[in-house]
């Protein structure tokens, strides 16, 4: 039984895990010292780690796993082994996950976020293995899975239908159909998009990244803000034919159009699709204007400016006009200045210090980082 402390210890959104992103990135850029990020690596991989069901990127060992990773890019032969050292974990950690998907799609019950999302679930582990292991069949089996995921249910909903709420605070009666990239579609239209840019090809690959394109061109609303989706979508939605949002909300790199375009983006970049392409494009740039910048109201990866910034840079590095670079000095202003109100305290990857200072990292560089730390955002 872990305490509190070693389970925090191996968490990639707050604990010691993610903390260790930033030293070693500074490290590597050549603004910090190996002892710094050496120091953050040790106390981060020190003690038990956990490899049970409940592990997935951003806990346990696959965290870790990303964090040694992140540090052998340097070149360092220890942590090359370390990581290399993890990897028996990881898939078998992935066998067992894909196996009980399997049990669950075979007696027609609903899919969780646990089994299938980025922090947690198999969309976390490709992400993954499509760093330490491209050529794997686990990572294959994965994209099969995933692919069986966009497919309808017996009931006409999508695959990756849930019947628990999104937030405890938000009830969906009846379940949802998530739309962001941390728990939903755009998450796993990412992992599709990319692995098929690199190569990593399984059977309808190509016809579930069309139908997931498909459900946000469904979904896609106007406002004069750009175009928008709804951060998910209900039973009752999906009978009326249109979300129950109101309008835009944050361009958050968890929830907000800003991913979702790029998700697009992605997937446009994939399969060669010029039309989508551009007016992902375009959607991309429309997140980045003062007005929609202002809803954004903390400077965190997960749902503030620092995540903005990162997946706006990593769109306009693919990007086939400026529109989307032409915006980045005022991103980075905004990203600057709410970086300097937040409070103090907070140090973790996802809404804390830690993903704020790799973000300014890659700000002060203008340039991807070293450590290809923003993978686990699955935006790269």
Same mark, same amino acid.
């Given at each position: 039984m872990l305490t509190a402390q070693e389970t925090a210890r191996q968490s990639l959104a707050a604990g010691m895990a993610g903390t260790a992103l930033l030293p070693i990135e500074c490290a590597l850029a050549g603004t910090g010292d190996w002892a710094s990020a050496h120091a953050r690596i040790r106390q981060a991989t020190a003690g038990p780690v956990d490899a049970a069901a409940h592990a997935g990127l951003y806990y346990g060992v696959p965290a870790l796993a990303f964090v040694l990773h992140a540090a052998a890019s340097g070149g360092h032969p220890g942590y090359r082994s370390a990581a290399e050292a993890l990897d028996g974990h990881v898939h078998r950690l992935t066998r067992r996950r894909l196996t009980a998907a399997t049990g669950r799609m075979r007696n027609a019950k609903p899919a969780t976020f646990r089994e299938y999302d980025l922090f947690y679930g198999l969309a976390g582990l490709g992400a993954l293995l499509?760093?330490?292991?491209?050529?794997?069949?686990?990572? +294959?089996?994965?994209?099969?899975?995933?692919?069986?995921?966009?497919?309808?249910? /017996?009931?006409?909903?999508?695959?990756? #239908?849930?019947?628990?709420? &999104?937030? =405890? *605070? /938000?009830?969906?009666?009846?379940?949802?159909?998530? @739309?962001?990239?941390?728990?939903?579609?755009?998450? %796993?239209?990412? %992992?599709?998009? %990319?692995?098929?840019?690199?190569?990593?090809?399984?059977?309808?690959?190509?016809?579930?990244?069309?139908?997931l394109c498909g459900w946000f061109d469904r979904w896609e609303q106007e406002s004069?803000?750009? =175009?928008?989706?709804?951060?998910?979508?209900?039973?009752?939605? *999906?009978? $009326?034919?249109? &979300? +129950?949002?109101?309008? &835009?909300?944050?361009?958050? #790199?968890?929830?907000?159009?800003?991913?979702? $375009? /790029?998700a697009q983006q992605l997937a446009a970049l994939a399969t060669g699709d010029h039309a989508r392409r551009t007016a992902a494009e375009e959607a991309l740039a429309a997140c980045l204007t003062d007005r929609q910048l202002n809803r954004i109201t903390d400077a965190g990866l997960c749902h503030g400016m +620092?995540?903005?910034?990162?997946?706006?840079?990593?769109?306009? %590095?693919?990007?086939?006009? &400026? +529109? *989307? @670079?032409?915006r980045l000095p005022a991103v980075a202003a905004a990203l600057a200045q709410h970086a300097q109100a937040a409070p103090d305290g907070e140090a973790g990857l996802l809404?804390?210090?830690?993903?704020?200072?790799?973000?300014?990292?890659?700000?002060?560089?203008?340039?991807?980082?070293?450590?290809? #730390?923003?993978?686990?955002?699955?935006?790269?």
């Open positions: 499509l760093l330490r292991a491209p050529g794997s069949d686990t990572l +294959a089996d994965v994209l099969d899975y995933v692919v069986q995921l966009t497919e309808p249910r /017996r009931d006409g909903l999508p695959g990756w #239908w849930v019947d628990h709420n &999104p937030d =405890p *605070i /938000r009830p969906t009666p009846g379940g949802h159909a998530n @739309s962001g990239m941390a728990h939903g579609a755009a998450g %796993l239209l990412a %992992l599709l998009a %990319l692995a098929l840019r690199r190569g990593c090809v399984v059977g309808g690959q190509r016809e579930a990244i069309e139908h004069v803000d750009g =175009p928008w989706w709804p951060e998910w979508v209900t039973r009752q939605e *999906i009978r $009326a034919g249109r &979300p +129950a949002q109101p309008g &835009p909300g944050r361009p958050s #790199w968890c929830y907000g159009a800003l991913s979702i $375009a /790029r +620092a995540g903005v910034y990162q997946t706006a840079y990593r769109a306009a %590095l693919d990007a086939q006009g &400026p +529109a *989307i @670079s032409r809404t804390g210090a830690t993903g704020v200072g790799l973000a300014l990292e890659t700000v002060r560089r203008s340039a991807p980082p070293h450590s290809g #730390w923003d993978a686990c955002l699955l935006i790269t």
